[in-house]
Structure formats: structure tokens, C-alpha cells
């Protein structure tokens, strides 16, 4: 946050993993009085504002309450041996030029594609003695209208143009994730010259609806009509649009039949990686790796990160202007210029005097709704799971199955749907919607060590919100033995109850949130 509100003023300022840590440590005994500009937090968006400004000469200090830096992009031993992506585990929305401008890989970041990347095997317990069918969708386009196909052959011919038909729209919009916003403001209430000037805010979206064409109001659909309207348009096969459903309500405290579900959608199909548009991978090391990737680039510049230093307020004078912010343990550091990589209510309700800020910019602070139906369990497993729709291989060597997000209970929208019900009613849901990431590759992504078959297991529950699985209703193991994977409640490495891993007293995220993805780093 650069400080700003009622009388507040712009301030303007006219080995990677051991370098980072090097810094770090020369850092920590070195805290100066002031700075050119103080970023509050070390989650990745400050990590990049911060190796922005440092690269163009503005002196900067990142301040971290956490001991380790990174935020949701982290990799943390939460059991003796083995190494999680904590929190965010893939990585796509990261916008390209960052990775060209920080010199990301010449930092040690390493990116594994997800391909395949949906894997959705069915129940279908009436199928007798027949093997259950599944669905195995990756980037070889024959390979998903061959999958598709047994569902239906008209989906597996319609799946081309859908996949062309969200392309283009992603196109159109990605240049407007770059570009400042309209400025509606200086439209309803300018001068006349502010009027003017204000037109250059138009040309990205102008040039949006060029591309989106005679199609923009179907497109204008998929943005504010509920997922399930949008894709009973193109396919008639449950198991493909449950599928599909999925990623417009991860993470969103939303139905498929939402109005605006396909917005969320639009965000898993607008990134990219390694040149490949829609593309999501896995970092080798984990995400705290592009963390420590981004916090090498910027330190090697000459940033300085202070880990365990909490930031209490920040500091504004009598003029309305920013002068820098007071730690948790009184120590005052200058500087005209404060960004803030908290969340808006801790940013505008906690950190910054009140009396600077407009009511009604405030009250609308306040009711941002950021409720989240996840829950992120980390599971060190001895094995692979086995499903009875794709068994294991004999000796227990990963499948292509293995590498992709698994989605359980997901055969029918209409499941999704009554998960949702389940959770707005404080439940846990009848069919919890297991959403898993698993990294097989051994050695150094993911997890590691100690055990040769070692993965990181990350399950996303969508069940109840605020409780997420409510302990005190569903059984903790209970909840790691779906019909469909009966290895999956094998014997794990360590004995005793799997716990429910919830956002510790060390992190600090608004309204029971427990999962997060990495997205776009313009702050």
C-alpha cells in the first residue's frame, strides 16, 4: 500500500538459495533507520515489489513476522523428514515478464509442467465386475477426445472448440491484467482535461473487444452467468462438466449454479508457463523455492529482508503523509514511501490510522467477504494410491495419473453443488469434494527423503466454511479413505491420527482462508 485517503499524500520516490540467506543474515544485524521504501511482508507479491524497486535504486527493507519468508509460497518440514508446498502448491498466474525481468532461473527457479492435469476417476459402483471408467485430461488434444469419448462421443468432438473458444477470451483479457484500470472516477467527476486524459485507460479494453469480436456477449456469459449454464452449452456428459466445474469454484465460497462461477474458472485457464498459455507446473523444491527464488534477486540488488519483525502501524505525519512504520518492539524505520503485503482489513484496519482514511472507503474495507469452504491437509504417504478405476503399476512406479490434480466425488455437478448447500449451512458435506496434488517426482520437488515412493499429498476438503471439516463431526482418518483409492488408508510412515493442519497463531490471513494460489505479483 502506498498510503492514501482523505489529506494523505502519494509518496514518490524521484548459489541463489545461500546468496539470498547470506544477505538475509548480513541484513538482520544491520537495520537502518530509514529507508527509500518499507514493503510489510514477505509474502511473493512483496518479494517482487520489493526486487522492482530495488532494481531501479530505491533502497528497500521487507519486514516479515513470520521466521521464514514467502507467505502462502512456502515450503516448511511439518513432519520430521518431509518437505510440503504449505499452502500454494502450483504455479501459473505469475505474469511472464517477471520471471524474464528478476532473472528468475538465473535465481534457481526450476518448473515442472502438470501434464497430464485432471485426473477424475468415477465410482460407478452398479458397474458389476467392470473396471470403473475415468477421466485423464492432459495437454495431447487426441488423447482427451479418445478420454472424453467414453463418455460421449459428441462432448469429445465439442472439447476442441471449447478449449479454442476459453483460449480466446483468455487471450483478450491477459494485456488487461497489466494495464492500469479505467479511470471511472476522473470520467464521472474530472475536469475536462482529467477527462481527456483519462481515455489512454480504454485502449486495453478496446482492444479486448476487438479480439472477442461479434462472440462478446457469450463471452460476456461466461464471466457473469453460473458455470453450469455456460458449460451445459457445450457438453451434455456429467463426469466432463463436473470435471470442468471444478475449477470455477475452488477456493470460492461459491455453487457451479452461482451467477459469476465462471469467472473463477477464467483464472485457471489465463495463465501460463514456460510459454504455453493456460499451462500450470510444479516448482522443484517446492514454492517456497520461487519465493527464495525472487527474495535472491532482489537482495542481490542490495534489498533487505528482516524476518520475525512485526510491523505494528504505520507511521503518517500531521501533513497526512507517510513517514514509515513503528515495529511490534517500538523500533521506529523512515520512509516516505509504504507498501503494504497484508491483506486489505489488516493493511487499512489494523496498520493505518484511522482517522486518514475516509468512512466509506473503510466500511467497504469491512465487508469484504474473503470466506473460504478449503481446508489443506499435507499427508506424508509410504505409497502411491491405488484406484480402482487406474491400479497401481505392480511394483508402485508413479503413473501419469499420479501427477495431476485427482478430483474424488466430482460425477456430477450436482454433487458439487450440495457440498456447497452443506457447507453455507455449517455442515460437513454428505460428499466432500477431494481435490489432491500429488508430486511423484522423487528427490528434490515436493517431498522428499526417508522414503523412496515419499510425495507430497495435498488435499483440498470443500466442506463447511470457517470450521472447513468440522473435527468435532468427521474423524480425521475417516477422511483419508474414499472408496475409490483403497491404498490410499495403507499404513503411513508415522503412527497415530492424521491431524487437520490449520493456519497456525504464526500466520496471518483474513477469515479462515485456508488455501491460496499463486497468482499475479503487480502490487
Request: aromatic fraction near 8%; charged fraction near 20%.
Amino acid at each position: 500500500m502506498a498510503a492514501s485517503g482523505r489529506g494523505l499524500c502519494k509518496a514518490v520516490a524521484a548459489s541463489p538459495f545461500p546468496a539470498w540467506r547470506r544477505a538475509h543474515t548480513e541484513a538482520r544485524g544491520g537495520l537502518k533507520p530509514e529507508y527509500d521504501a518499507v514493503v510489510i511482508g514477505a509474502g511473493h507479491n512483496g518479494l517482487v515489489a520489493a526486487a522492482y524497486l530495488q532494481r531501479l535504486g530505491v533502497n528497500t527493507a521487507i519486514f516479515e513476522r513470520r521466521h521464514v519468508i514467502g507467505g502462502a509460497a512456502v515450503t516448511e518440514e511439518i513432519i520430521p523428514g518431509f518437505k510440503f508446498s504449505r499452502a500454494s502448491y502450483l504455479l501459473s498466474l505469475l505474469r511472464p515478464q517477471i520471471y524474464t525481468d528478476l532473472e528468475l532461473k538465473k535465481h534457481g527457479l526450476r518448473l515442472h509442467l502438470r501434464n497430464p492435469y485432471s485426473f477424475t476417476p468415477m465410482l460407478e459402483e452398479g458397474a458389476g465386475s467392470k473396471v470403473p471408467r475415468c477421466l485423464l485430461l492432459g495437454t495431447d488434444m487426441a488423447e482427451n477426445k479418445k478420454q472424453i469419448a467414453q463418455f460421449s462421443q459428441k462432448d469429445a468432438q465439442a472439447f476442441p472448440k471449447y478449449e479454442e473458444f476459453m483460449h480466446r477470451l483468455a487471450l483478450a483479457i491477459d494485456p488487461l491484467l497489466d494495464a492500469a484500470p479505467v479511470d471511472i472516477a476522473a470520467f464521472q467527476h474530472g475536469s475536462l482535461l482529467q477527462r481527456m486524459r483519462s481515455l489512454s485507460t480504454l485502449k486495453p479494453l478496446l482492444k479486448a473487444g476487438r479480439i472477442l469480436g461479434a462472440q462478446l456477449p457469450r463471452y460476456y456469459e461466461v464471466l457473469t452467468a453460473p458455470i453450469t449454464k455456460v458449460l451445459d452449452q457445450w457438453f451434455e456428459s456429467e463426469p466432463l462438466k463436473a470435471t470442468l466445474a471444478t475449477d470455477a469454484v475452488i477456493g470460492a465460497m461459491t455453487s457451479p449454479h452461482t451467477p459469476g462461477s465462471g469467472y473463477v474458472l477464467l483464472h485457471h485457464v489465463m495463465g501460463g508457463l514456460e510459454g504455453m498459455q493456460g499451462a500450470w507446473g510444479y516448482v522443484q523444491g517446492g514454492m517456497g523455492a520461487l519465493s527464495d527464488a525472487i527474495a535472491s534477486s532482489a537482495t542481490t540488488h542490495g534489498a533487505s529482508i528482516f524476518t520475525e519483525k512485526t510491523v505494528a502501524k504505520v507511521q503518517v505525519n500531521s501533513e497526512g503523509c507517510v513517514q514509515g512504520v513503528v515495529l511490534e518492539d517500538g523500533t521506529e524505520v523512515r520512509s516516505k514511501m509504504v507498501l503494504s503485503n497484508t491483506s486489505p482489513q489488516i493493511t487499512f484496519l489494523k496498520l493505518t490510522p484511522q482517522e486518514w482514511l475516509p468512512e466509506e472507503f473503510l466500511e467497504r474495507i469491512s465487508q469484504l467477504d474473503t470466506r473460504s469452504p478449503v481446508t489443506k491437509i499435507n499427508v506424508a504417504v509410504d505409497r502411491l494410491p491405488s484406484f480402482l478405476a487406474a491400479p497401481s503399476a505392480p511394483r508402485g512406479q508413479p503413473l501419469p495419473h499420479h501427477q495431476c490434480s485427482i478430483h474424488l466425488n466430482c460425477e456430477d455437478t450436482l454433487l458439487l453443488h450440495q457440498a456447497f448447500e452443506d457447507a453455507m449451512d455449517g455442515l460437513p458435506s454428505h460428499s466432500v469434494r477431494l481435490h489432491r496434488g500429488l508430486c511423484p517426482w522423487l528427490q528434490g520437488l515436493c517431498g522428499w527423503q526417508r522414503h523412496p515412493h515419499t510425495t507430497r499429498f495435498g488435499e483440498n476438503l470443500r466442506a463447511s466454511w470457517r470450521e472447513h471439516i468440522p473435527l468435532r463431526h468427521v474423524p480425521g482418518p475417516a477422511l483419508l479413505r474414499p472408496p475409490r483409492a483403497p491404498a490410499f488408508w495403507l499404513p503411513l510412515p508415522f503412527p497415530g491420527p492424521v491431524s487437520l493442519w490449520k493456519w497456525g497463531s504464526s500466520w496471518r490471513r483474513c477469515d479462515g482462508s485456508c488455501w491460496a494460489k499463486c497468482s499475479a505479483c503487480g502490487l
